[in-house]
């Protein structure tokens, strides 16, 4: 399984982007899908994640409200709307499988795309 995150860019605050991750490869059986992000000089961190029928979401306090976490299990994609973006999120964001119906936290990413930077400015 590959996974290809895209979408990111340069923004100022306030403003929105929307992340892509689409896997490709061997992806049979089911898969919840996170978004996690790391910014320079600190560990990488959760984010976002939806179970494989796009029923339930999670999302970490500091995007609550802001981000929204999308698939579209046809195409193979999961996306990230991020609005209100703030200087705080800046980081590189990754996308990550884990096997199964539903997203368990304390159990591990199976796979791991390719980060996409996301900087915002002030």
């Known amino acids: 399984v590959q996974l290809q995150a895209s979408g990111g860019g340069l923004v100022q605050a306030g403003e929105s982007l929307r992340l892509s991750c689409v896997a490709s490869?061997?992806?049979?059986?089911?898969?919840?899908v996170g978004w996690f992000r790391q910014a320079p000089g600190k560990e990488r961190e959760f984010v976002a994640a939806?179970?494989?029928?796009?029923?339930?979401?999670y999302y970490a306090d500091s995007v609550k409200g802001r981000f929204t976490i999308s698939r579209d299990n046809a195409k193979k994609t999961v996306d990230l709307q991020m609005n209100s973006l703030d200087v705080e999120d800046t980081a590189v964001y990754y996308c990550?499988?884990?096997?199964?119906?539903?997203?368990?936290?304390?159990?591990?990413?199976?796979?791991w795309g390719k980060g996409t930077q996301v900087t915002v400015s002030s």
């Open positions: 490869g061997d992806t049979i059986g089911t898969y919840s």
């Open positions: 939806i179970n494989w029928r796009g029923t339930d979401t």
């Open positions: 990550a499988f884990q096997g199964g119906l539903t997203y368990v936290a304390t159990m591990p990413m199976n796979y």
